[in-house]
């Protein structure tokens, strides 16, 4: 279905976005770490990326489990299955495509957020130096740019 006016682009968007986070939600998290005899990796190991998770970010981890913290999650964490790999993945190009809708609009702050997402979720699964990872990066940097 190809959607002409960005409005409309937004709002169906905005809706693929909530079911794929949904989707996201209803996964069981990964274990604690060190639950399965794994030790956490020195945060030197772990994404690059860093930020403080959105309010809704937070929300939803807490509805989860509150023995994992999922903005820990390390680069490729093997601990995630592979349906909860594939979620994040959908979830991300949500999030990726929501993201460039607000920005031909305008909206980089809105924009901004989502290309956190995409990229937070990305890392997680793919790591940092996956080339969907690094593109992402620069939309996130241009979207950036924009608001300067």
């Known amino acids: 279905m190809r959607l002409g006016c960005d409005s409309q682009a937004e709002e169906h968007l905005q809706q693929v976005l909530e079911l794929r986070t949904a989707d996201v939600l209803a996964l069981n998290p990964p274990p604690p ?4 005899g794994t030790a956490a990796a020195p945060a030197s190991a772990r994404g ?4 403080q998770p959105s309010a809704a970010a937070t929300a939803a981890r807490g509805l989860l489990d509150d023995d994992v ?10 601990r995630l299955t ?3 790999q594939n ?3 959908v979830m991300a190009a949500a999030a990726e495509e929501l993201a460039r809708c607000y920005s031909r609009q305008g909206k980089h702050s809105g924009a901004e957020d989502l290309y956190w997402q995409a ?3 990305r890392s997680q699964v793919l790591g940092s130096r996956h080339k969907l990872v690094v593109a992402t ?7 950036l740019d924009k608001q300067c």
Request: glycine letters at 6%.
């Open 82 to 84: 592979a349906e909860q």
């Open 33 to 36: 770490i060190g639950s399965d």
């Open 87 to 89: 979620a994040l993945l």
């Open 119 to 121: 990229l937070e979720a």
């Open 69 to 78: 913290d999922w903005s820990v999650l390390e680069e490729g964490d093997s």
């Open 48 to 51: 690059h990326h860093s930020r």
């Open 137 to 143: 990066e620069e939309q996130l940097r241009d979207c």
